[in-house]
Every structure is written in C-alpha cells, then in structure tokens.
C-alpha cells in the first residue's frame, strides 16, 4: 500500500499528517530521515522506510483495514497477553483504538506517543485498571517501546509481545543468528528443543527462544543485515507461515511466506511480567539496518 497516496485529513506539523483509510485513522511520517505510517487502530506501525533503504517492515498486500479485526503484517502490539493465552488470541490491544499523546520532531526523526487505558470494554475482557504508553522513535533506526503502568488497586500479571514482521527479498535465502539455542516448538507441540547458532528457512518455523541474545541479527540474503534489539523481554520468537499456511489465511496472499520473516521482542506467558499497584515495566525493539 502506498500510504502517501491516502489524502490528509490533518496537518500536525510538515513531517507528520493525519489521512484515513477505510476509516481507520493512520497518522504518516514524512520526514528527511524516514518515511512510516501508525494505525491508530491497534497502536500498530504499518510501515517503516529509512532514507535510502527498502522498506523494513512487512505489510500483507492482502491485510484487511476493519476495526473488529487485527492487520496482518506491520508490528502488532500483543497485549496483555501472548497467543491463545486467552480470547481474543494476542490480547485486546491490537485490536483496540488508540490515543496520539504527542508528537515531537527534530532534524534526527519523528517521536509518536500513543495511549491506550482501561475502559468498560477491555474490563470486560481483563478486569484490570491499567495505562500504556506506546512510543515510537522514527530516524534512520526505528525505536518502539511500550510501557506498561499498574493503575489498579491489585497487583496483575501480564505477558505480550511486539510483534514485528520484517520485509526480506526471499525466505529461502534468509539466516537468523544470536537468537540463542534453546527454544519451544510450536509445530512439534511446544517441545523444548535445542538447535545451533544459525536458523535457515526451509519449511515452517514457529519457535519461542527463551535464551536470545540481546541483540537477534537477520541476514536479509546479501543486500543488508538487520539488526533487532530488544530489551524488557524474555524470550525471541521467530515465525514463518511457510505456504500451507499462508494458504490457509484470507488475509496473506498463497506466496506471501516468500518475504516475510516476525522476530518479536516478547514477554513469554511461562514468565509473565507482574506490576505491583503503581509500578511499570518497558517492552523494547529497536530495529537497525546495516550494509
């Protein structure tokens, strides 16, 4: 999708505008060191381009634009917690509106900041009080953090994830390093498995590492490497869809698998985050080309 396309609706400053889309609003970044687009449905960065680069965030040609659903492709924001913990599947974050807070800029990038607080309907869901924080730091690197704020009069447990796919050239050509040996299998019924210091493509992979590096670098074929540096997590996952899969899914396209890889900086469900009243916690990816 070509969000420069989408007409404004609002002017916050010359780098960042307001314009819609199926009645979503999605506040787009045109700045000299970046381009990047935030549906405000799902606090959810749709798109990132730094100066000079292909784009380094994934986003489905098939992804459906509805409030009721979440957006295939971008970075997701799983909340409060991860997978089918419970319904819906990732938590209601993604699938809830967020608020702008501010925006600041200077000639190094962009910063958005969302919120997202309880209300009636996600007390329905988890009967929790609580305030987050979404930030986005948009220059030649992209910083997202989301911070998490006990505004309950209980203590509550949480796990998540920032959900990150990533635009490679070819899946088959694609190597994953630093993600740590150690990891869960999904598509062997979360067996513990031990593997090596290089992940190659070759069939699905939908694995939990729960000892990564801090840093998990991707080697996108031979045009750049990307580096993903997470912090506040406790485990990497690392998915592809392969093509039964992405067959399977009306919002990917059959081939869709081909490009695509999800390195996500999360809080696994096994070691659940829990905040005493008052206290936060600060989920972190920073995302970084390099040639």
Known sequence: MDFNTLPTVAALSDAVTICEYQGIKIVRI???????AISLHGGHLVWFK???EDDVIWLSEKAEFDTTKAIRGGIPVCWPW???AAAPSHGFARNSEWTLYEHRENDNGVIIALTLCDSDATRAVW????????????GTELTVSLTSTNSDDNAWSYSGALHTYFNVESIRETTITQMGSEYQDSTQSDQICQGGDKLTFQCEVDRVYTQPESTVLIADGS???IAVTNSGHNAAVIWNPWQALSQSMADMADD??????CVESTIHNSQSITLAPGESHTLTTQIQVKR
């Open 30 to 36: 045109n700045h000299a060191q970046a381009e990047a």
């Open 50 to 52: 730094p100066k000079g």
């Open 82 to 84: 991860f997978g089918k």
């Open 127 to 138: 009967p929790y009080k609580f305030s987050n924080m979404l930030t986005f730091e948009i």
């Open 223 to 225: 045009r750049r490497q």
């Open 256 to 261: 869709s698998f081909e490009t695509m890889v």
